[in-house]
């Protein structure tokens, strides 16, 4: 296999592409080329404008991590980061003071936003943010594409007494960062989703790869969104390359992140079977070929085959490079068979 396809959300997509690369270079994924390309299609509808600011978390958590820049303790933003920028704005009383921009982030949001008002897509600024991270490394075997150029955000509704409607809606990061996703997720909307186009690229990296990867991301508000981008489940229905997921929840919950509430606001059973026949079997108008579920949902492995999907219970916590590889190698020899 020489072209790999993942479309991935931030922080479990991010640690999925460092163990598949760190595997390939290794020689561990059997039928993947040591040169193959590995194109990440990543979720853009976590975006948001703080201070002026455009803020694209999980294309920064993919590319932080994968150029080293990352901080490992908390997984997002960069490593032996200060905050002066953010004690100097929460001085002056300007909001939100509740999402935090690291002084040496800021420079990535910087440069981002001086593109974006000079003209150029979300895409074109991305590959020149990756000319620093991933290009010194990887060459031109790493892609990273934005899901859409077009701006598209979710909100999420939740209760609120004090509204005449009884709810109020608030950003994504809002109910992720603020409130720590400690209220019920009614709903999620995800605005601009239908009316956006593919970013460049994303079409064809589907289309003509050998291999899809859905890695253990958020089905709902990672994954969910790359997949209601106008024309993307067709590319995958059409795609003579297998389709290949891995189960982001396992024993009954998500293990980092808040999976289980954005599942249970769509009315998803937040269980590995769940999550895989929720994408569904490409024979059946679905998603997927195979699902990968951890060990400790064996039990759940017959339901899923049932489903019309290959599936297979391996370890799937990502808890090094090595596991992580070991996981990508099991997800290719699921769908390779
Ligand atoms: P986000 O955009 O930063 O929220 O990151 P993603 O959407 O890419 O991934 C979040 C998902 O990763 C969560 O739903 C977690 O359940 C999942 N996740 C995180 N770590 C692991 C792990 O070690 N194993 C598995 N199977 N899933 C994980
Ligand atoms: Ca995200």
Request: aromatic share 4%; hydrophobic share 45%; glycine share 10%.
């Amino acid at each position: 296999m020489q072209n790999i396809t993942v479309l991935s959300g931030g922080m479990g997509g991010a640690r999925f592409l460092q163990g598949l690369l760190h595997g390939i270079a290794a020689g561990s994924v059997p039928g993947v080329a040591a040169d193959a390309t590995v194109t990440v299609v990543a979720n853009t509808a976590d975006d948001i404008w703080v201070h002026g600011l455009k803020v694209c978390p999980d294309l920064d958590t993919v590319m932080y991590t994968l150029g080293d820049g990352i901080d490992p303790e908390r997984g997002w933003g960069r490593r032996e980061e200060t905050w002066s920028t953010k004690d100097e704005l929460a001085a002056y009383g300007v909001e939100p003071t509740w999402f935090g921009l690291g002084d040496r982030d800021i420079a990535t949001h910087l440069v981002r936003t001086q593109m974006l008002d000079a003209g150029y897509p979300l895409s074109a600024v991305t590959d020149a943010l990756c000319q620093r991270w991933l290009t010194p490394t990887f060459g031109d075997r790493l892609r990273l594409l934005p899901m859409s150029d077009d701006r598209v955000e979710t909100h999420v509704a939740i209760a609120d007494p004090e509204a005449p409607s009884g709810r109020r809606v608030v950003h994504f990061q809002e109910y992720w960062v603020r409130l720590r996703a400690s209220v019920p997720a009614e709903m999620v909307v995800v605005v601009g989703l239908e009316d956006s186009s593919p970013g460049p690229g994303v079409i064809d990296a589907i289309t003509d790869a050998d291999l899809v990867v859905l890695p253990p991301s958020n089905p709902v508000v990672s994954v969910g969104t790359i997949l209601g981008v106008p024309r993307v489940r067709e590319a995958l229905a059409a795609t003579s390359a297998p389709v290949v997921g891995l189960s982001p929840i396992v024993g009954g919950t998500h293990v980092r992140g808040m999976a289980e509430q954005m599942l249970t606001s769509i009315g998803v059973e937040v269980s590995a079977a769940g999550v895989g026949l929720h994408y569904g079997a490409r024979a059946n108008g679905g998603v997927l070929d195979g699902w990968l579920v951890d060990q400790v949902d064996a039990d759940q492995v017959e339901r899923v085959e049932a489903g019309g999907l290959a599936c297979r219970a391996v370890p799937l916590m990502m808890t090094d490079p090595d596991a992580t590889a070991a996981m990508a190698a099991a997800a290719v020899e699921l769908v390779a068979r």
